[in-house]
């Protein structure tokens, strides 16, 4: 029996026209498709009537699935001679594990081929009208991790700042201490910020504010997961602000 291929393959942020052609492609024709909770339905309703999905949905404190047993499960569906669509929200490579599960693939002689995917990133700073560079604003721009845990060891000195863009995922949860650790480094009080929340999907909402008030606009507006934070001044630019009324105006 033939060995199956492990296709990890980025969702992008939860629109299916953010898809690439091959991420469609795939989709439609897989027989088994392993996802994340951050896929969305009209994603996995472009799969086959008879295709069986897998949710191997994880929440900030609770795990469905230990990774290594998401990584065992691809292994063993593609020994059995299934190709398999391992789905991602945004790009696999991005803060999704895929390093990870490519390696015990490979390490387990399995074949896998990588797709990439519109990062939550991309898709806010689209979806926002945020330049995350700009000639006359930043040259600069990190993507970071603000979950819980390693926090405080993370090294985020110089990464924001005047002519930069730090763009923080998961920093819903630990918006206060983001808060407090970027203004340790020395970064103004009045750095003006945008938490785009639900990017690219049809309840987007874009908060703008500085970054003493984070803390208070996450609590005030209930901002929910998924989520990023975007800090510099490109989401300050009246260009980026004017864009996105001229948006709501129009829905
Ligand atoms: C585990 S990470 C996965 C990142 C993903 N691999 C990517 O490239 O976008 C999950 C985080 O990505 C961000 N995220 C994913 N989709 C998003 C969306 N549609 N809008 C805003 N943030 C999103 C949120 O910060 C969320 O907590």
Same mark, same amino acid.
């Given at each position: 029996m033939e060995i199956g291929t492990i296709y990890l393959v980025g969702a992008g $942020?939860? %629109?299916?026209? +953010? +898809?690439t052609v091959r991420a469609a492609r795939l989709i439609e024709r897989a027989e088994v498709i392993v996802h994340d909770g951050l896929v969305s339905r009209d994603i996995l309703a472009m799969?086959? $009537?008879d295709a069986q999905l897998i949710s191997v949905a994880k929440q900030r404190s609770k795990h469905t699935l230990p990774q290594d047993q998401i990584n065992a499960l691809l292994v063993r569906e593609a020994k059995a001679g299934r190709d398999v669509v391992r789905l991602k929200g945004g790009d696999p490579l991005i803060f999704g594990r895929g390093g990870e599960e490519a390696e015990d693939a490979r390490a387990a002689g399995v074949a896998v081929e990588i797709v990439p995917g519109i990062s939550a990133a991309n898709g806010a700073a689209a979806a926002a009208q945020?330049? *995350?560079?700009?000639?006359?604003?930043?040259s600069v721009v990190s993507f970071v991790a603000g979950q819980c845990k390693g926090l405080s060891d993370q090294d985020w000195t110089g +990464?924001?700042?005047?002519?930069r863009t730090l763009v923080i995922y998961m920093g819903v949860k630990t918006a206060p201490q983001i808060a407090e650790k970027l203004m340790a480094d020395g *970064?103004?009080? %009045?750095m003006p910020l945008a938490v785009v929340e639900?990017?690219?999907?049809?309840?987007m909402r874009v908060l703008r504010g500085p970054l003493a008030a984070l803390p208070d606009l996450v609590t005030r507006e209930a901002v929910k997961s998924p989520a990023l934070i975007v800090i510099g001044e490109v989401t300050a630019r009246e260009d980026a602000a004017i864009a996105h009324f001229a948006v709501e105006a129009h829905q």
């Open positions: $942020p939860g %629109d299916p026209d +953010l +898809l799969a086959r $009537p945020i330049a *995350l560079t700009h000639r006359d604003a930043s +990464l924001a700042g005047k002519g *970064l103004a009080p %009045d639900n990017a690219a999907r049809p309840e």
